[in-house]
């Protein structure tokens, strides 16, 4: 996408008049989790929300007390208690008539690690809350150990051979709580993150959303090449972009083309994965498993056909 298809993609007639994330702040350049703030600014307009924020980079970058880089209220809450901190403020605000929609924006080790048994609970219980986690794929403010989300063959600080175990399935595990909405969002295409997410402000009931946000400083990328790591990860299909709807109605709504050009690529431009030795190959194997079961997921392909077993042959197609 061009330079004015992007900027007419993500303007509106209901551009937030005050910023979600102001200038000033001490999040590190390039980094994704900016970027996507912006982009949800244009997202969700002027409509009135409240932000909870656990311990992550994005809390360290709303500064020292009294003052914040944030244009809307928010409480920070622990690791583990995000969606229960956000359960509690989205239930004030019903009781006080509140039109205010409660966010909670967590790093990938508030969600798929300390933070699960609360953000499980609160998915069980269908509560009127939008967990959006950015996901750059380690704990980016402590130092950059590995977490549950970081890549199979990924250098962290802890790991400085390389990650052994395959990256967790959350968009699967939301899926299974059967919330009313769960979606994994591009940046680097806009005009399907924008719909995902004034969707996910809009609807009732838990919603989550998965957004990739590179880490300059973590991936030991260049800080300038944060949207094109997006956009190999998806061209590649790497990151697969989809939805699911009641989970089980899942869609593909950016179709990949799978190239190696685009995973060998997205590999050499990061150090971390330089460092192990790990190649677009050694990816590509988890890769197809993984679209394996998003057809299934979707419907493309029947379980008989992916298994090739009786077994399923009773089942629903």
């Given at each position: 996408?061009?330079?004015?298809?992007?900027?007419?993609?993500?303007?509106?007639?209901?551009?937030?008049?005050?910023?979600?994330?102001?200038?000033?702040?001490?999040?590190?350049?390039?980094?994704?989790?900016?970027?996507?703030?912006?982009?949800?600014?244009?997202?969700?307009?002027?409509?009135?929300?409240?932000?909870?924020?656990?311990?992550?980079?994005?809390?360290?970058?709303?500064?020292?007390?009294?003052?914040?880089?944030?244009?809307a209220?928010?409480?920070?809450?622990?690791?583990?208690?995000?969606a229960?901190?956000?359960?509690?403020?989205?239930?004030?605000?019903?009781?006080n008539?509140?039109?205010?929609?409660?966010?909670?924006?967590?790093?990938?080790?508030?969600?798929?690690?300390?933070?699960?048994?609360?953000?499980?609970?609160?998915?069980?219980?269908?509560?009127?809350?939008?967990?959006?986690?950015?996901?750059?794929?380690?704990?980016?403010?402590?130092?950059?150990?590995?977490?549950?989300?970081?890549?199979?063959?990924?250098s962290?600080?802890?790991?400085?051979k390389?990650?052994?175990?395959?990256?967790?399935?959350?968009?699967?595990?939301?899926?299974?709580?059967?919330?009313?909405?769960a979606?994994?969002?591009?940046?680097?295409?806009?005009?399907?993150?924008?719909?995902?997410?004034?969707?996910?402000?809009?609807?009732?009931?838990?919603r989550?959303?998965?957004?990739?946000?590179?880490?300059?400083?973590?991936?030991?990328?260049?800080?300038?090449?944060t949207?094109?790591?997006?956009?190999?990860?998806?061209s590649?299909?790497?990151?697969?972009?989809?939805e699911?709807?009641?989970?089980?109605?899942w869609?593909?709504?950016?179709?990949?083309?799978?190239?190696?050009?685009?995973?060998?690529?997205?590999?050499?431009?990061?150090?971390?994965?330089?460092k192990?030795?790990?190649?677009?190959?050694?990816?590509?194997?988890?890769?197809?498993?993984?679209?394996?079961?998003?057809?299934?997921?979707?419907?493309?392909?029947?379980?008989?056909?992916?298994?090739?077993?009786?077994?399923f042959?009773?089942?629903?197609?």
């Amino acid at each position: 996408m061009n330079e004015p298809d992007f900027q007419q993609a993500v303007s509106g007639d209901h551009v937030r008049s005050e910023a979600l994330l102001r200038p000033g702040n001490t999040n590190c350049g390039g980094c994704g989790m900016s970027v996507a703030l912006q982009m949800f600014k244009r997202a969700i307009g002027d409509t009135k929300i409240q932000l909870v924020l656990p311990a992550c980079c994005a809390a360290v970058a709303a500064g020292g007390f009294p003052f914040t880089a944030y244009g809307a209220p928010l409480l920070m809450s622990t690791f583990a208690s995000a969606a229960a901190t956000a359960t509690g403020m989205s239930q004030v605000a019903r009781l006080n008539g509140d039109s205010a929609r409660v966010v909670c924006w967590a790093g990938d080790g508030g969600t798929y690690d300390i933070g699960m048994a609360s953000l499980s609970a609160a998915a069980e219980r269908n509560e009127d809350i939008l967990f959006v986690c950015y996901d750059n794929e380690i704990y980016g403010n402590t130092g950059g150990q590995r977490s549950s989300a970081t890549p199979v063959g990924a250098s962290t600080s802890n790991t400085p051979k390389g990650k052994t175990e395959p990256k967790k399935d959350i968009l699967g595990i939301m899926a299974a709580h059967r919330i009313p909405y769960a979606a994994t969002v591009s940046l680097a295409n806009p005009e399907d993150a924008l719909r995902k997410m004034r969707r996910s402000i809009d609807e009732k009931g838990f919603r989550f959303l998965l957004i990739l946000t590179p880490c300059p400083t973590g991936w030991k990328s260049e800080p300038a090449m944060t949207i094109e790591l997006v956009r190999l990860a998806v061209s590649s299909g790497l990151f697969p972009v989809v939805e699911v709807e009641l989970g089980n109605r899942w869609t593909v709504t950016v179709e990949p083309d799978f190239s190696r050009t685009a995973l060998e690529r997205y590999v050499s431009l990061q150090r971390r994965f330089q460092k192990t030795g790990i190649t677009a190959d050694d990816l590509a194997k988890g890769m197809e498993w993984q679209w394996q079961e998003l057809l299934v997921r979707t419907g493309a392909v029947s379980l008989v056909e992916r298994f090739g077993s009786r077994e399923f042959s009773s089942l629903p197609r």
